[in-house]
């Protein structure tokens, strides 16, 4: 009963915010990648530059939840607001590790998600497509490791 009742509880903090927008941006080998690409899967898409350090502190973090739950649904998806692109941004992912899939920005998809306040701006998006969680700025990596496991049942 106690497990049902902690479910339920942290169900009640991730409502649904509204349906995510669908997009298309390219990679850094300039492939179409769409959001269709992950029907059915748990996205974090990350706004995020090389040159913000509170961007590059949770790198490391969605690293480890990359490799944690890839095989359990998760996709994370860092989308660079860097304005001189793959040129920038490819050195610095392979320099840092990243093992997972690096966009390029367009205006109109920010606008999509309702414009970015600041960087690192973040939505979690449930498998049904939905925004489940908005987050600008940093958080602790526990806690947001927390709501992506709750989505992942």
């Known amino acids: 009963m106690m497990a049902t009742a902690a479910v339920s509880t942290v169900r009640a903090e991730l409502p649904v915010l509204g349906k ?13 990648v769409s959001s269709a690409d992950f029907k059915g899967k748990v996205v974090v898409i990350d706004f ?18 990359q490799k944690k739950y890839a095989d359990k649904g998760l996709v994370i998806l860092g989308v660079s607001v860097d304005e001189d692109g793959a040129k920038v941004v490819a050195p610095f992912a392979k320099a840092k590790g990243i093992n997972y899939k690096m966009l390029l920005f367009t205006d109109d998809v920010v606008a999509a998600f309702g414009g970015i306040e600041g960087i690192p ?8 497509g939905n925004i489940r969680d908005k987050k600008v700025g940093m958080a602790e990596e526990a806690d947001y490791e927390k709501l992506i496991v709750e989505l992942l049942k």
Do not use: M, N, S, V
């Not at 995510?20 to 179409?32: F, R, V």
């Not at 701006?121 to 049904?128: E, K, M, P, Q, S």
């Open 48 to 65: 995020w530059a090389t040159w913000c350090p509170p961007c590059r502190a949770e790198i490391p973090g969605y690293i480890a939840l």
């Open 121 to 128: 701006t973040t939505f979690l998006i449930d498998r049904d």
């Open 20 to 32: 995510a927008p669908a997009w298309k941006l390219k990679d850094l080998q300039g492939k179409e």
